[in-house]
């Protein structure tokens, strides 16, 4: 497809429940990002993948949020033990740097997670 | 740590009217983003400011960045009922690769 694709759209899991969420980015995107959007908030940044290689992992609120890319292409961002605050959109965007070496984002519509 | 400021996180206005939305940020940097987002949607790319005094501009939008004074602003004229969405702008860091985020502006024009 065109854009970047989001699976599930919507996930109800129980405090406790382990959770996988993929993100298929824009063929030819070198570089994926994840990102988490509280309720009226803007995003807030989680991990960066360039190709394979997961370069920042400084935002995951915790060693129980784990993300992959192992081909460079799909990525899958894995949550154990999820907690009600956890709840949360998970976005994922893929980027292209222009010739002026601008970071533009495309967006996935996002994985809507509920821990009850 | 770099700390991004937009306001007001909420405007109602009629149709027809002009308005701007601000966007301030705390440390130095040359570039930011304007992101637009619809209830249930993804975020859209609307500008790319890349310099002081870089000034862009689609339809009824224009958007201008002053980092001298770490502001950038989103300028709606003559608005109509479409615009009506969350705005956001996004201010690159150092690394090159990570945007720290404003709240949002939610903008409701009225018919």
């Known amino acids: 497809g065109a854009g970047v694709s989001q699976s599930p759209r919507y996930k109800v899991a129980k405090r406790g429940q382990d959770v996988a969420l993929r993100c298929d980015p824009i063929?030819?995107?070198?570089?994926l990002f994840w990102y988490q959007q509280a309720l009226g908030q803007g995003p807030e940044f989680l991990t960066y993948?360039?190709?394979?290689?997961?370069?920042?992992k400084s935002g995951l609120p915790s060693d129980r949020f784990f993300a992959e890319r192992p081909e460079g292409s799909v990525s899958t961002l894995k949550i154990q033990r999820t907690q009600q605050e956890d709840s949360a959109v998970y976005l994922c965007a893929s980027s292209f740097w222009t010739i002026s070496g601008a970071n533009v984002l495309t967006f996935g519509a996002g994985s809507r997670l509920t821990v009850l | 740590e770099l700390k991004v400021e937009q306001n007001p996180l909420f405007l109602s206005m009629q149709e027809g009217k002009n308005y701007t939305i601000y966007c301030n940020y705390s440390?130095?940097?040359?570039?930011l983003y304007w992101y637009r987002q619809d209830p249930g949607k993804s975020l859209e790319s609307l500008f790319v400011?890349?310099?002081n005094g870089a000034v862009k501009q689609e339809g009824r939008l224009m958007a201008s960045l002053d980092t001298k004074a770490r502001l950038s602003t989103l300028h709606i004229t003559a608005a109509v009922h479409d615009l009506s969405a969350t705005y956001f702008c996004?201010?690159?860091?150092?690394?090159?690769?990570?945007?720290?985020w404003g709240a949002g502006t939610k903008l409701i024009i009225k018919p």
């Open positions: 996004a201010v690159e860091m150092d690394s090159n690769y990570q945007l720290i």
């Open positions: 400011l890349l310099s």
């Open positions: 063929s030819g995107h070198v570089s």
């Open positions: 440390t130095t940097s040359d570039r």
């Open positions: 993948f360039q190709n394979e290689a997961q370069l920042d």
